[in-house]
């Protein structure tokens, strides 16, 4: 009786065991998974916004040919016009991609997208703060770090002299290198708004391994 016992006592635990396995593997799976879903689709709206500042240069040189002659059908151009620089943008679950970001050392390339919302943010990276991508003055892009290479998992792994691109929605491409990186509380924002004396600049913000601060990231044209 008493081996039966054990017997099932060992059968319980070994079946518990092997639940736990299979649930960390379940979840490692799914996590590699998540992962890359996420950076596929990250790539496919690239392809999207890179097009589509194709065709947005397309359309401001025909602008530029076509001269500022008056036209009886200004009001018609000005509609077909309207409707044109709607097709010229790209969206992301609903946000603008503003540009992409591309950091070669942690090895992500993602769409940047027009502002930071619970669900933005669980979709790429956004604009935060700031005059616009490539534009004098600063701009402050956050991301999550996840801990799993997505978005700004990998941010920590950058330092002063690395580079980050940014395209805008021209399709212009410009570096900046990093000059400085630090922690700060979650309320500090003076970062956002410091004086860059016409510099472009950009600053990555998202969070510490234990979520109680920000790690900063700032860097200026190249």
Do not use: W
Request: net charge negative.
């Amino acid at each position: 009786m008493f081996n039966s016992k054990y017997s099932k006592i060992l059968t319980v635990i070994l079946i518990v065991v092997i639940i736990g396995i299979v649930g960390t593997v379940g979840y490692f799976v799914y996590d590699i998974y998540a992962v890359k879903a996420k950076n596929n689709k990250a790539q496919e709206i690239i392809d999207q916004f890179s097009q589509t500042a194709i065709r947005r240069e397309f359309d401001e040189k025909e602008d530029q040919n076509a001269g500022n002659t008056d036209n009886p059908l200004d009001s018609i151009n000005s509609l077909e016009n309207e409707k044109k620089e709607a097709a010229n943008k790209t969206y992301m679950e609903g946000y603008e991609v503003m540009g992409m970001i591309e950091i070669s050392k942690t090895g992500i390339k993602y769409p940047v997208l027009s502002e930071v919302t619970k669900k933005s943010l669980e979709t790429s990276v956004a604009i935060l703060y700031g005059v616009g991508l490539n534009q004098p003055g600063n701009t402050t892009i956050a991301g999550h770090n996840y801990r799993n290479g997505l978005f700004f998992s990998d941010n920590k792994k950058l330092a002063k002299g690395d580079t980050i691109k940014i395209t805008d929605q021209t399709g212009t491409t410009i570096t900046y290198e990093i000059y400085e990186m630090f922690e700060t509380s979650p309320s500090d924002a003076g970062y956002m708004q410091r004086d860059t004396a016409g510099a472009k600049e950009i600053s990555l913000s998202t969070c510490t391994d234990d979520s109680s601060a920000r790690l900063i990231i700032l860097a200026r044209e190249k």
